[in-house]
């Protein structure tokens, strides 16, 4: 079922200046649903529309089947987490959690009772006294979901909650909030710039550019299945590599209408497959070791590509010998989008 | 010992390095260079502090030293001790004056802030007509009171003045704004809020555009009520811009004086004379020059208390973030 669906939604700050422009969007109830891409792209603003912080321009925007024209931000069943925490200062810790409980009226007894609860969770329960200054960056990170999360909202919406976090502490609070994600089972829709963090946290990702979705689906079928060369560049660390097909060999068989071709780095292999393949050759420029996996950077006759080989005793170096199955390559046409006919023939 | 010792070493670095040997000496100074780069500092704020010295300084020290005197500014002093105080907080008009800069402080200060709270918080959005009417406000501010004075002396005239015009209109008999004993002191107040609101409204202004405005979103998913976000949020991160503003506005109060001697004289019946009018009065009028020390005194004593108390809350008040 869809929690939250938006139907030709645009916004404007200017006119005639679209930030989006006629979005179609569904977010499915219990999904951790990742707006994905670049900055500029939209998908803060796409939240911030959801949360009623900022007015939807044209189109409908329902959360619950419910069109959310002219609902207050209070009063949509939504809790957010802002990237910069946005907690109360002048508060303390308690007062900074209670704070939408008591505007919503709920009752003392029961807002001590979720209090201790929420602040167990978040392991913030003796810091309840304490002013926000007196805490870290981490500390504070957990009132802001303290703070969303007592409320006991239908969807959560967190704005790059974590880019303000060192990387270990990321990487802690980005499995945290996975299982307080399976836990709550409420919906999730979480911005993020960072594919790493997409993939990650996501049951759903949305890739956005310049207000529009470039594709969206399951983590698996971005990464396995990219429709257009944005997204095909966007997803993997390294991204996939991309040729130019006029600059490639005709014995290679590339489809008339591809005008580029798409490998991911552990599809190039330095030894020939038993599946139907292509060879070509390289010189390998740098090795990044990074434990049980292996990145090289080669240059070829078609460009440079990016290479991932996993950790064995062989250590390649200068020119080598590389193989590509055909059956993984991607073609992208002139306007950069999958060709997807020929994927059989190949 | 470890200048000498500084000395050789730059003995023996001097000729192994002759190109550099100026960059050296900048860099090494020997001991005539080193004293000379201590006391340039103080020689540099020296003129400053000078300055402040001979008026500043001194002229407290002076004024304490002159409360212990019988002076009229001509004859001999005349060491009395502390009679000049004993005078002073034996008199009925001493405590009546003091009284009224109390009365001018309590009406003026929360009057004013409240007022000019109220006007930020409808000017707080950064459009072009808002500060259009914030500089227009500010006007009042950076003209000198004596006219601003005489600009309300004549509305507050009660037979030709603008005041009363208007009260007429409406079939309301005359006020006698600056002759009647009950009204004068408010009439006072009038006019110093008059002119102070537009400072205080720039100040509440930019404190109030330094709230971040993800708080007030942060409020509005909190389900926040207009006027529990005002109480909870805004007030509180406004309260070190107004308690900065009460502070000085209090100062301001206990050292006001242009506007009394200007519009009422400290009249009528002494109903608007405050501490810095009286001080004047005592000095310059009866030439009471050591009781009008004391005065002074006492009026440091005050103001000094409040400054100490604004320092201290202000080392204890939390800089958020």
Redesign the interface.
């Known amino acids: 079922m869809k929690k939250i669906e938006l139907e030709q939604v645009s916004k404007f700050y200017e006119k005639d200046v679209p930030i989006i422009e006629d979005l179609d969007l569904g977010i499915e109830e219990g999904s951790f649903t990742i707006l994905l891409g670049p900055s500029g792209c939209g998908k803060s603003t796409t939240l911030r529309m959801i949360a009623g912080l900022e007015e939807v321009s044209g189109g409908t925007l329902k959360i619950d089947g419910r069109d959310m024209k002219n609902v207050q931000p209070g009063d949509r069943d939504i809790a957010m987490v802002f990237q910069n925490y946005a907690i109360y200062p002048t508060m303390t810790v308690r007062e900074n959690i209670e704070f939408g409980l008591k505007n919503a009226k709920i009752p003392k007894a029961e807002r001590r009772k979720r209090i201790e609860e929420i602040g167990g969770i978040t392991g913030l329960t003796e810091y309840m006294n304490r002013k926000p200054n007196a805490l870290s960056g981490g500390q504070r990170q957990r009132v802001a979901l303290a703070r969303a999360m007592v409320k006991n909202p239908q969807v959560f919406l967190m704005d790059e909650p974590l880019s303000n976090l060192d990387a270990k502490l990321r990487t802690q609070l980005r499995t945290e909030l996975i299982e307080l994600h399976q836990k709550l089972k409420s919906t999730f829709v979480y911005v993020t710039h960072d594919q790493v963090e997409a993939m990650s946290m996501g049951t759903h990702i949305v890739l956005m550019r310049d207000g529009k979705v470039m594709q969206q689906g399951t983590p698996e079928e971005i990464y396995d299945d990219p429709d257009n060369v944005f997204t095909a560049k966007f997803i993997g660390t390294p991204p996939m590599n991309v040729f130019r097909a006029e600059a490639c060999p005709k014995s290679w068989k590339i489809p008339e209408q591809a005008h580029y071709i798409g490998f991911r780095p552990e599809h190039v292999r330095f030894f020939r497959p038993e599946t139907e393949s292509i060879e070509l050759e390289g010189r390998i420029i740098t090795r990044e070791m990074l434990g049980a996996e292996i990145l090289y950077k080669l240059d070829t006759p078609y460009g440079f590509l990016q290479a991932r080989d996993y950790h064995t005793a062989d250590k390649h170096e200068g020119n080598v010998r590389l193989w590509l199955s055909r059956g993984e390559l991607c073609f992208f046409d002139s306007q950069e989008n999958r060709i997807r006919s020929h994927m059989e023939e190949y | 010992m470890e200048i000498a010792e500084k000395a050789v070493f730059t003995g023996m670095e001097r000729p192994r390095f002759k190109l550099k040997s100026r960059m050296k000496a900048k860099a090494d100074p020997g001991t005539g260079a080193k004293v000379w780069q201590k006391t340039l500092p103080y020689c540099m704020v020296l003129p400053a502090m000078l300055i402040f010295g001979v008026f500043v300084i001194y002229p407290v020290f002076y004024m304490v030293y002159v409360s212990f005197f019988d002076w009229n500014m001509i004859a001999d002093m005349e060491f009395i001790g502390i009679e000049n105080y004993i005078d002073m907080f034996t008199d009925k008009d001493f405590w009546l004056v003091l009284g009224n800069t109390f009365q001018f402080m309590l009406m003026m200060v929360p009057a004013s802030i409240i007022l000019s709270l109220l006007i930020a918080l409808y000017l707080k959005k950064n459009t072009r007509i808002n500060r259009w009417i914030q500089n227009i406000m500010f006007m009042p501010n950076i003209v000198s009171l004596v006219s601003i004075s005489f600009i309300w002396m004549w509305m507050m005239d009660e037979n030709r003045g603008l005041f009363n015009y208007v009260l007429s209109l409406f079939n309301i008999s005359p006020v006698n704004w600056l002759g009647d004993p009950d009204v004068a002191m408010f009439s006072l107040v009038l006019v110093n809020i008059w002119k102070s609101l537009g400072y205080y409204v720039l100040i509440i202004v930019a404190a109030l555009q330094g709230i ?1 405005g ?2 007030y ?9 207009p006027i ?1 976000t005002f109480f ?2 805004t007030l ?2 406004l ?1 070190p811009t107004l308690f900065f503003l009460v502070l000085t506005g209090i100062i301001g109060s206990f050292k006001t004086f242009e506007s009394v001697s200007l519009m009422t004289a400290g009249g009528p019946a002494d109903s608007t004379n405050t501490l810095v009018y009286e001080l004047y009065q005592q000095g310059f009028v009866y030439y009471n020059t050591g009781y009008a020390s004391a005065m002074g005194v006492v009026l440091m004593v005050l103001v000094g208390a409040m400054t100490l108390v604004y320092f201290t809350v202000l080392q204890k008040k ?1 800089h ?2």
């Open positions: 971040p993800y708080l979103e942060a409020a509005a998913l909190d389900k926040s009520k529990t909870k949020i509180p991160m309260s939390v958020y973030q």
